[in-house]
């Protein structure tokens, strides 16, 4: 970081608060760039959903049965129940896997390219999924694809969170829950008119779409900046300098914009002071309760796909 343009930046902060008027001081000066950027990168929400409500019913296409089933006691092709019960859950498995390591990922290869390899790890899933001829190689990209879903339910929201306003916060991050609903929606639809299709794009098909969502979400990502927090906290000023303006196209000498990096600055240093974090802190005091709160909040969103796939 450059000790001179900090400096540079505190001083004009201070010369140039003057100047802004008190409603330009609550509003910190994001425009709708920002708002549509983060937007955009919520549609890493309509993997989750897509990927989770595709998951269940397909494994009921009789194209599906016919290549991967085997013979039941009944003479016909079908799967076990605990075949079944492992198809649905080994997703569940690699999100959570993914869920856990997405911190090391956000941390070690920054928000942006944190998402970026994401959609890779996804679309590996993706190309297992294609190209198997036997249920369990099926399973493994259903766990691969499962990885990069539990990636994404991480790092967009940290991606949202770090990019948004405190004011608007709540409900930009609330557009990552939209986009699970829309992907189940659309999931629903894309199986409905390919289930009865002959051959094996009854169920290729459903699975094959996720690349282009996948791709869609990277494509993006090319032209979006790395996180001004991120950037800041790795000791990379004049880049999150770029990133701030970027993301809310002021000048580099806007006040609204020095006053925000420098409000950025001033809590990771806060954060510092305080020492480094562990899993051990989400279990104790006040902590715990936010903890279930959002544990439980996730598990009652959850058993919504059970009765959406039953109805």
Same mark, same amino acid.
């Given at each position: ?6 400096? %540079? ?22 425009? @709708? ?5 983060? =937007? ?17 019913? /397909? ?13 039941? %006691? ?16 080994? /997703?569940?498995?690699? +999100? ?20 970026? +390899?994401?959609?890779?790890?996804? !679309? ?13 190689? @099926? ?27 405190? %004011? ?13 609903? =829309? ?43 790395? +996180?001004?927090?991120?950037? =800041? ?8 300098? %770029?990133?701030?303006? !970027? ?24 954060? /510092?002071?305080?020492?480094?974090? !562990? ?6 005091? @006040? ?16 058993? =919504? ?7």
């Amino acid at each position: 970081m450059s000790n001179q343009t900090e400096t %540079k930046f505190q001083h004009n902060t201070s010369t140039n608060r003057r100047n802004v008027d008190n409603d330009d001081q609550k509003d910190i000066g994001h425009t @709708l760039r920002v708002y549509l950027i983060c =937007i955009f990168v919520a549609f890493g929400g309509f993997l989750f959903g897509y990927d989770c409500v595709i998951g269940g019913p /397909m494994i009921d296409i009789p194209k599906f049965k016919l290549d991967f089933g085997t013979v039941m %006691k009944n003479g016909e092709l079908g799967f076990t129940t605990s075949t079944r019960g492992g198809f649905v859950a080994v /997703m569940s498995l690699g +999100t959570f896997c993914g869920a856990l390591s997405a911190s090391q990922f956000a941390d070690r290869l920054g928000r942006k390219w944190g998402l970026m +390899t994401t959609c890779l790890v996804f !679309t590996v899933g993706i190309i297992f999924q294609i190209v198997a001829s036997k249920i369990a190689v @099926l399973m493994v990209g259903r766990y691969i694809a499962g990885f990069g879903v539990g990636l994404v339910s991480v790092m967009v929201p940290l991606y949202q969170a770090e990019c948004i306003p405190a %004011k608007r916060r709540g409900t930009i991050v609330s557009c990552y829950q939209l986009a699970i609903t =829309i992907g189940l929606l659309i999931g629903q639809i894309v199986l409905f008119f390919t289930e009865s299709k002959p051959g094996k794009g009854s169920y290729k098909i459903p699975i094959g779409l996720q690349f282009a969502w996948s791709g869609l979400l990277a494509a993006g990502l090319i032209w979006f900046p790395e +996180t001004p927090r991120f950037l =800041i906290k790795a000791g990379k000023w004049d880049q999150a300098v %770029k990133a701030k303006m !970027t993301l809310t196209g002021f000048k580099e000498d806007d006040p609204r914009l020095q006053e925000e990096l420098l409000e950025i600055k001033g809590n990771l240093e806060h954060e /510092m002071r305080l020492g480094e974090a !562990t899993y051990a802190e989400c279990w104790r005091g @006040l902590n715990l309760r936010r903890t279930l709160l959002g544990v439980f909040m996730q598990v009652w969103q959850q058993r =919504i796909h059970p009765l959406i796939n039953r109805s």
